[in-house]
């Protein structure tokens, strides 16, 4: 007959479980850390390598950062839960799903957060032969000219795309996305003449304002930003409530020991919060977050929640 366990035995073995993860804790990290993220030259690439660099005197190991794209999402989640793994991703990652059937991970059950590293709010831009200079100007031209408009984005969930999909939906006006590769390339014709309007990241496109090949008319933040100082929010130009930002967060693979995912939101936020590492990211367009694990969750699925109605609604999900 099979006997059930004591309580003492019961207790024993949490006690063992927690020694455990306390001492991996503790002995955490004893090789070089690999930071997996997306392509080059994004800000969360740029953002990556700044704080990459900057932890490792915390952590007393390299973080190595290794760029891979789409992938690297795939790669995490399938790595073991050991701490020398980690992702490092935009919003994208719990984004494209909602937008696509095919994507092979669950943003909620093949991770775990550890700190949203930053924000960067996208601005409404406009081609300087575009007759408008404000929100309500460019809304009224568009539901003037039903489907002969168009605005540039790079993959499906990105900042760019979201942001639109998102104005289209709320200011209801038919504006034709043209899908690109990259960010970059959707700008380059921003800046020829071949598209009309864009969503680019703020610190992509404000050099570009400042020198007048671009009119930028407002925001994505919910308050304005520093990064585009005097510039008025979409949600303070006649659509309220608006809100759309690229966000970046820093992830394990689920199943990765609490004591290390706590070592790890210790050293990456204490580094975030550093005047000097949030005037060079602010210097490329960044602004620095950093917050606890269970911040990031909750950020996660209240978006989720926001635009999982958003793109039903429109008809955005793509089969396959």
Do not use: C
Request: glycine share 10%; charged share 15%; net charge positive.
């Amino acid at each position: 007959m099979l006997r059930a366990p004591s309580v003492e035995r019961i207790f024993s073995v949490g006690l063992m479980v927690f020694a455990a993860s306390v001492a991996s804790g503790q002995s955490y990290p004893a090789r070089p850390i690999r930071v997996v993220t997306v392509g080059y030259g994004s800000n969360t690439d740029v953002a990556t390598r700044l704080i990459a660099d900057a932890v490792t005197g915390g952590l007393g190991q390299r973080m190595v950062v290794e760029n891979r794209g789409i992938v690297a999402a795939e790669i995490v989640a399938d790595a073991s839960p050991d701490g020398y793994t980690l992702l490092h991703y935009s919003n994208v990652l719990w984004v494209m799903p909602l937008f696509r059937d095919s994507v092979r991970w669950n943003p909620v059950k093949d991770f775990l957060p550890i700190t949203q590293t930053l924000t960067s709010p996208n601005v409404l831009v406009v081609h300087p032969s575009m007759p408008v200079r404000t929100t309500k100007e460019l809304i009224s031209f568009a539901k003037a000219r039903p489907g002969q408009l168009n605005y540039g984005s790079s993959s499906t969930g990105a900042g760019n795309h979201v942001a639109a999909e998102l104005f289209k939906a709320m200011a209801g006006v038919n504006i034709v996305r043209v899908n690109y590769k990259s960010g970059g390339q959707a700008v380059n014709d921003l800046l020829a003449g071949q598209l009309h309007l864009m969503f680019p990241a703020a610190g992509s496109v404000m050099p570009h304002v400042k020198s007048g090949k671009v009119r930028a008319l407002a925001v994505t933040s919910a308050q304005p930003s520093p990064l585009v100082p005097g510039l008025p929010t979409l949600a303070a130009s006649g659509l309220p409530t608006y809100e759309s930002s690229s966000l970046a967060g820093l992830f394990a693979p689920a199943g990765t020991p609490a004591a290390i995912i706590n070592r790890l939101n210790q050293e990456v936020v204490q580094v975030l919060h550093r005047p000097e590492m949030k005037e060079r990211l602010l210097n490329a367009g960044i602004e620095a977050v950093g917050g606890s694990p269970a911040e990031l969750a909750g950020k996660i699925k209240s978006e989720m929640t926001r635009l999982e109605k958003v793109i039903k609604d429109a008809g955005l999900r793509e089969k396959g």
